[in-house]
Every structure is written in C-alpha cells, then in structure tokens.
C-alpha cells in the first residue's frame, strides 16, 4: 500500500538550532517526492520537489531535503530556523496527478 | 503565479442544509483536486478531476458528491451536512511535471 509517515507529530526547536524533519514512504514505484509548509490559516505552499537526479534538492526559505531511496526518507532540513518557520509541514509523496500526503509535523520556534 | 482561489473562508451551515464549496483556478491545469484536513490525520483526498465533466473518487468520498462543467471551476458538494463533515476543506490544481498548487482552505462548521 502507499504511505507516507511523519512519526514527529511537534517539534520545538529554538531559534536559530538546526532542524530535521522526517519523512518516510511506502510507494510501488519510483515516487515523486515533495515538502509544503502550511503557515496558520493558510493553504499549502510548496518547499521543494524531487523528481528524479541529484538527491540532495534545495528549496525556498533555506531549505533542502536529500532522497534516500535505501531507506524509503525524504527528510528535511533546515541549517538554523528562523521564528518565521513556525508552521505545519507536510510530506508527500506520489505522481503530480495524485499526491499522498503524510499526518504532518508541526514546527515550534522559541527566540 | 499559479492561483487558486476558494469562495469562503470560513462557511457555518446547519445539518442537513446542503453546502456548495467552490474553487476556481486560472492556469488552465487539467487536474483538480478536493482535500480534507483534520488535525493529526494529514490531508486525505475526496475527489479529483482530470478533465470536465470526468470525476473520479478519492479516498474518502461517502457524503460528497463534485462537479466540474468548466475547466478552471470545480465545485465540491455536501449533499446533507452533517456534523462530522466539520473540516478544512482543500482545493488543489496541477498538471503534468508541475506540483500541486493549493487554495487557502475553506473552515467549514456544520452545527
């Protein structure tokens, strides 16, 4: 069957500490893989993408998220968060037909 | 920018009323797509479209019904609300290598 898991429902992290969120998948075949941040009340905004080449893709705001087809991850990474990263994200994974998307992480950030 | 726009923000009906939810976008993507987001249960689709006038079930789709007469138009329809339909509701377009692009979500509140 096809998943997506973020095991990391809250995240607190302070400002300016690294992040990594994580992502797993369960996918048949190979997957096209993405990151959206949803700030409060908003919709969906995209980070980045992965399609296929380089695994390590770098998106907007700084972040970036390597592809580890050994271990089915899609982590995400940030080097030092900014408070303006408070925000719910989500994995996804899929074809841009259809996406499945996983329960989400919600990022807290203290000054 | 790819824009997709959501009639309401923030809708209240009554049980049994039925409820129209529209979502326009003007890219002229073929895709579209209808969400539901609950906290800790992610983004889980209803129904998506691939062209006018073709429908086809998501994931959840007991309660919903959809229409698409136009391309940019796609209307997601609660037949008879009822409370446990009390959700954010999510429209999405894309086509082809291009990510999903999401509207700001409909709070939807069925008393």
């Known amino acids: 069957a096809q998943s997506v898991t973020q095991p990391d429902i809250h995240i607190t992290v302070s400002e300016g500490a690294s992040l990594e969120l994580r992502c797993n998948y369960s996918y048949g075949a190979t997957p096209y893989l993405f990151w959206y941040v949803q700030s409060p009340g908003q919709g969906l905004q995209l980070l980045l993408k992965y399609f296929s080449g380089d695994t390590l893709v770098q998106g907007i705001k700084g972040f970036e998220a390597e592809f580890k087809r050994s271990q089915s991850s899609f982590n995400l990474r940030k080097p030092s968060v900014h408070w303006s990263d408070a925000a719910e994200y989500f994995c996804a994974v899929g074809n841009t037909d259809k996406l499945i998307f996983g329960t989400g992480t919600r990022l807290q950030v203290f000054p | 920018d790819v824009k997709v726009t959501q009639s309401s923000r923030y809708l209240v009906k009554r049980t049994g009323e039925k409820v129209f939810l529209e979502c326009v976008q003007d890219m002229d993507h073929e895709n579209m797509f209808w969400y539901r987001q609950d906290p800790g249960l992610g983004l889980r689709l209803i129904y998506f479209?691939?062209?006018?006038?073709?429908?086809e079930k998501g994931d959840i789709p007991e309660g919903y019904s959809v229409s698409r007469e136009k391309k940019e138009r796609f209307s997601l329809i609660l037949e008879s609300a009822s409370t446990n339909q009390t959700s954010m509701y999510l429209c999405?377009?894309?086509?082809?290598?291009?990510?999903?692009?999401f509207g700001n979500g409909t709070r939807l509140t069925v008393t």
């Open positions: 479209s691939y062209d006018v006038k073709m429908k």
């Open positions: 999405a377009s894309g086509q082809g290598d291009s990510p999903l692009h």
